[in-house]
């Protein structure tokens, strides 16, 4: 099955119906439907509870949310961050905590709206979310 990584800012795009909302709705079905299998950081979860808290301002709704994402996709753990540190591909060391998991649990595609901030990496084809979805998975 094809292992997908959804940067942070994608979950957001979907939580707040932001730029990509559409495609990470997309992207979400395939995975609730066993198509692919969809990863996000540990890191991922703090970060979108913290703005959905902020958000939606509603602490019981924001569990809900987060537990219907958590249904959706898998946490992938950075199992070492000095190599995410160490790597001077990544200008943003926070980039870098994202994509380390998406190697350790052997991710296809890592899929951002932010591909310029991945441009050094070849380790995994990086790939904004429409174009994802237009590649390799036609609705």
């Not at 200008?91 to 649990?105: C, K, M, R, S, T």
């Amino acid at each position: 099955m094809t292992k997908v990584f959804l940067d942070t800012n994608v979950i957001l795009d979907h939580a707040l119906g932001r730029v990509f909302v559409n495609e990470a709705e997309k992207i979400l079905t395939l995975s609730e439907e066993g198509i692919i299998d969809c990863y996000i950081s540990s890191g991922a979860v703090y970060t979108l509870a913290y703005v959905l808290e902020k958000a939606i301002q509603d602490i019981d709704k924001v569990r809900e949310k987060l537990l219907l994402y958590l249904t959706l996709v898998n946490s992938a753990s950075l199992y070492n961050f000095e190599d995410a540190i160490s790597d001077k591909a990544f200008g943003d060391i926070e980039d870098a905590f994202q994509y380390y998991p998406a190697l350790f649990v052997g991710c296809d595609f890592f899929v951002t709206a932010n591909i310029k901030d991945f441009k050094k990496v070849h380790n995994l084809t990086v790939i904004k979310p429409d174009d994802f979805l237009l590649q390799f998975y036609s609705f």
